[in-house]
């Protein structure tokens, strides 16, 4: 069984940073792809920043050119550098894994992680 585990999270003033970082566990063959999400309350969950197998990554609009997603391939964890961040940013942030095991391919989630920005 994958289990995914966010952190990193907190809170932190308008213009701040965090980095947010998810740890996967468990059996994988291969990842196809690493994403983070995000959900803010009343809001629908939204993709916030994709990154595939061979490292191409893809951002929303509204975090182009403050989040940046990155990937540690050995131990197959992701990373979300949050910078400029704004108080529309504040969310539950969650880890998404789509890979294969010994079940197949695969869809996994973490529980989601804090992130608050003060103005």
């Known amino acids: 069984q994958v289990q995914l585990v966010e952190s990193g999270g907190g809170l932190v003033h308008t213009g701040g940073s965090l980095r947010l970082s998810c740890a996967t566990s468990?059996?994988?063959?291969?990842?196809?792809?690493m994403a983070w999400y995000r959900q803010a309350p009343g809001k629908e969950r939204e993709l916030v920043a994709t990154?595939?197998?061979?490292?191409?990554?893809n951002y929303a609009d509204s975090v182009k050119g403050r989040f940046t997603i990155s990937r540690e391939n050995v131990q197959n964890t992701v990373f979300l550098q949050m910078n400029s961040l704004k108080p529309e940013d504040t969310a539950v942030y969650l880890c998404?894994?789509?890979?294969?095991?010994?079940?197949?391919?695969?869809?996994?989630w973490g529980k989601g992680i804090q992130v608050t920005v003060s103005s």
């Open positions: 998404n894994v789509v890979c294969r095991t010994m079940r197949g391919a695969g869809n996994y």
């Open positions: 468990g059996i994988i063959f291969s990842i196809n792809s």
């Open positions: 990154i595939t197998r061979g490292g191409t990554t």
